[in-house]
């Protein structure tokens, strides 16, 4: 079932619309986006354990778009790697919990991250290190999609095939909207699926926010094939109408009114 993941997705995006407003910081709209994907992963498919958060046979995990943080530390906190506490110290000074993804004394993140293009290399190093390894653990990755723009990605997408990474899944938080404008009138990505398909991956289709598509798609494992492509379409802004398809989101904060109402349609949604 996945109500479980439901539940999740609408607590996270609570606590990150509460995160980003406290404290006048960006990307909400990126984080809200993604925020069932992250949801599925951690309520249902990534083998973790939170109170032994460097266990050698977890799932590894890495937020390439490490500039919607608050959403990934939300997920880290209700799977219970660290208390509320830290929520609420978000980007304050001497936090923790930087406003770009870092793993320093942050248990639950494996890199830091926020540098636009480095997340697929990076997971490609883990997934070839656990290939060789033979282990048994499993690489996710979270792309955005105007980082794909970056020269650096379609490396590392020769490299996965080229070395077998049947371990590493990829997701391309698909919203359409990046920093400047829309993907298409930016650096137009199309056709974005058969790309990956050319270069050798296993690519899978879905809803971003169908959480019984992605649950299905993130639980195909096959070690010896071919790394797995999930293209997400999603949207930013994702559960708070008035945030929804709006650039101006990947920038702003919400006032305290409009915290009222983000959480007032999160809840109800």
Known sequence: MTIESIAFS????AHALRMVQRTNSSHIGSGLSMADIISVLYAKVMQVRPQ???????????LSKGHAAAMLYAALHESGFFPQDWLERYCEFGSPLA????????????????SL?????LACGMALAGKVDKASWRVFVVLSDGECD????????????????????????YNKIQSFGTVAEVLDLEPFADKWRAFGWQVTEVD??????LEAALA??????????????????????????????????????????????????
């Not at 993804?101 to 991250?113: D, I, L, M, Q, W």
């Not at 293009?117 to 290399?121: D, E, I, N, R």
């Not at 971003?208 to 598509?213: S, Y």
């Open 99 to 114: 406003g770009h993804v870092t793993h320093c004394k942050v248990p639950g993140v494996e890199a830091s991250s926020g």
């Open 220 to 269: 195909t494992r096959d070690f010896n094939g071919p790394p797995h492509l999930i293209l997400a379409h999603t949207v930013k802004g994702k559960g708070v109408s008035f945030m929804e398809n709006k650039l101006m989101w990947h920038y702003k904060s919400p006032s305290p009114e409009q915290l009222a109402e983000a959480l007032k349609e999160v809840e109800a949604g």
């Open 52 to 62: 032994e958060p460097d266990w050698a046979g977890r799932d590894r995990f890495l």
């Open 117 to 121: 293009g480095h997340g697929l290399g």
């Open 208 to 213: 971003g926010h169908d959480h019984a598509a």
């Open 150 to 173: 970056e020269g650096s990605i379609w490396e590392a997408a020769m490299f996965a095939p080229f070395h077998k990474l049947g371990n590493l899944t990829a997701i391309v938080d």
């Open 10 to 13: 609408k607590r996270i995006r």
